[in-house]
């Protein structure tokens, strides 16, 4: 007499019986809408290499909060575009540009709106680093690790006050986390998160950002600050460094590409832990799904659960709105 055969298929039989034993939800207040506002437009303008997504002007950041509460959307996370650059960013420090102004109009209009901001200067810098630049005696152009913390630390500062409820540094600069959070608590505001961009590879996954962002570098590459692909102790490392700086929340990005080091820095933190579905990771998608390809819908909703399995508290995702209203929030 030999076993009945065991027969896991029993719980798959129907959608009610495998919603009761699914072992990974997705809810819209898991994602967070990365926006970008342009100081220099008066109508939305398409970012061509991400289908749906448009830099805003400033004028629409009140109704933009609303569509994301609307939906049950966890949060949205800002990026800016100043009129104008210079080598070391110094717009990125301007309450009057646009992502300070975008915030207080979204704080306004929608108080309860989870707003975050994103903390570097390549959005602000005319060569597109994520820092400021010297030469070294040999000639090399490297990024100034120490000087880029004064002007980041100085931002994070002018969020806060224009309300955001987080700050998220994206530069990968080493002790950034500690000097942010020494200058928050010395300017009043103990009360702002640190969501730290702990473990940030350079990535060819930024692509369309650059576009969306105007911040592609002029010249060489980001592997100089940010993560080596073939890196994964490194990762917990950055993370174990961010945590003890003070970081409220730790976030891996891209996301798909490195869901085992996602997994790895959810095991080794209690902190919570956000993933960053980004622009390459959307735009392909997108891509495959314009030709038919696959399901776009059924795609994303795989993608984000797949993001959450492997450890993702929450996903910065360009998806957010769909997924939400998919979701049926
Ligand atoms: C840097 C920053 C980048 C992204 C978020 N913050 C670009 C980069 O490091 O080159 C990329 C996000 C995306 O690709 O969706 N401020």
């Known amino acids: 007499m030999g076993f009945p055969t065991i027969r896991p298929r029993r719980l798959r039989r129907t959608k009610e019986l495998r919603a009761l034993v699914r072992e990974t ?9 990365p926006l970008f ?32 509460v609307e939906r049950g959307v966890g949060a949205c996370i800002l990026f800016g575009l100043p009129r104008a650059k210079d080598p ?14 975008a915030i207080r109009a979204m704080k306004d209009a929608v108080p309860e709106l989870v707003v975050m901001a994103d903390v570097c200067v390549d959005e602000y810098t005319d060569h ?3 820092g400021v630049l010297r030469t070294l005696p040999s000639g090399i152009v490297e990024v100034d690790n120490d000087r880029t913390l004064e002007i980041l630390a100085e931002m994070a500062v002018v969020f806060a006050r224009a309300g955001a409820d987080v700050v998220a540094p994206s530069d990968m600069m080493d002790g950034r986390v500690g000097k942010l959070r020494v200058a928050l608590d010395a ?18 996954f930024y692509g369309p950002f650059r576009e969306a962002a105007d911040c592609a570098p002029k010249f060489g590459d980001r592997a100089g600050y940010q993560m080596d692909p073939g890196n994964a102790r490194e990762a917990l490392r950055e993370a174990a460094l961010d945590e003890a700086e003070g970081a409220d ?30 622009s390459g990771e959307y735009a392909m998608v997108h891509a495959a799904a314009d030709r038919n390809m696959i399901d776009l819908d059924r795609a994303t909703m795989e993608i ?20 939400a209203e998919l979701l049926g929030a």
Do not use: W
């Not at 100081?39 to 909060?65: F, N, R, W, Y």
């Not at 702002?192 to 473990?199: F, M």
């Not at 080794?268 to 832990?273: F, M, N």
């Open 25 to 33: 939800t997705l809810a819209p207040d898991d994602l967070v809408l």
């Open 37 to 68: 506002f342009n100081a220099a437009i008066d109508v939305p303008h398409p970012v061509t290499t991400m289908p749906g997504v448009s830099q805003l002007p400033v004028s629409h950041a009140a109704t933009e909060a609303r569509r994301i």
């Open 88 to 101: 070391e960013g110094r717009a990125g420090l301007d309450p009057e540009g646009p992502v300070p102004r």
């Open 128 to 130: 597109g680093h994520c």
């Open 187 to 204: 300017s009043g505001f103990e009360s702002t998160s640190i969501l730290s961009y702990a473990v940030k590879y350079a990535s060819a």
């Open 249 to 278: 929340m730790l976030m891996v990005k891209p996301a798909l590409p490195y869901l085992d080091v996602l997994r790895a820095v959810r095991d080794s933190t209690t902190l919570p832990v956000g993933a960053y579905n980004v």
């Open 304 to 323: 984000l659960t797949s993001i959450r399995r492997a450890g993702a508290d929450f996903i910065l995702t360009y998806h957010a709105l769909r997924a």
